[in-house]
């Protein structure tokens, strides 16, 4: 066989390398899914730099907070999100599944505070993953009065944006808070009261 006609297969086996790869990534974040994990203790990759919380809340010091990706694409409701339009505001981000139980279970607190909030300059975000379709996403959107917009991501490829060494989701719920100036400030890996997304955000407000 020539050098010329082994190039071809060369370059196939490293594409289904390269896409065996994003897809065990994919495969990682998912077995996490519905965990009660404690958010203080995982760690979120090398370099990773925050408080641990017993509430299951981490935390990072403002001057070494790193930028949130960019997150963009369509909404469930087709309309289109893009974070970057929102810098300047305090973010709230909750990864979750309407097939998830514990999901279920903070979506109310999650309602509650964002309705709280949203006239200090606080924007919620919900990123829906591994529904097949939209249609249980948006029928849970409904059941619960979700009144903030949420991408839908059925591959997880959003979450995968978040840089190495950040708090990033890790399992399904997250809630992850950005501060004013786009970067990553508090994450919890669990299903979230009112009290503990009230103590994530509001220490981000009072942030001058």
């Not at 599944?97 to 279970?105: D, E, K, N, T």
């Not at 606080?122 to 948006?138: M, S």
Request: glycine share 10%; net charge neutral; proline share 6%.
């Amino acid at each position: 066989m020539s050098a010329a006609s082994r190039a071809p297969r060369s370059r196939r086996v490293l594409t289904r390398r390269l896409s065996l790869t994003a897809s065990a990534a994919v495969a990682a974040l998912l077995l996490t899914a519905c965990g009660e994990g404690d958010g203080g203790t995982a760690q979120s990759g090398s370099g990773a730099n925050y408080i641990a919380g017993k509430d299951g809340i981490a935390t990072v010091d403002k001057g070494e907070r790193k930028d949130a990706p960019a997150i963009s694409g369509e909404t469930l409701d087709g309309a289109t999100f893009d974070l970057a339009d929102h810098k300047g505001k305090v973010v709230v981000v909750n990864v979750w599944g309407s097939w998830c139980p514990p999901c279920r279970a903070e979506a109310p607190h999650l309602v509650k505070v964002a309705e709280d909030t949203a006239d200090q300059g606080v924007e919620f975000v919900g990123i829906n993953t591994r529904d097949a379709n939209k249609g249980p996403a948006i029928a849970f959107e409904k059941d619960y009065e979700v009144g903030y917009p949420s991408l839908y991501d059925p591959q997880g490829k959003q979450i995968l944006r978040f840089p190495r060494g950040s708090l990033s989701p890790q399992a399904i719920p997250s809630t992850v808070v950005i501060d004013r100036d786009g970067k990553i400030a508090a994450r919890t890996l669990q299903a979230v009261s009112e009290k503990q997304l009230r103590a994530m955000i509001d220490p981000v407000l009072a942030e001058k």
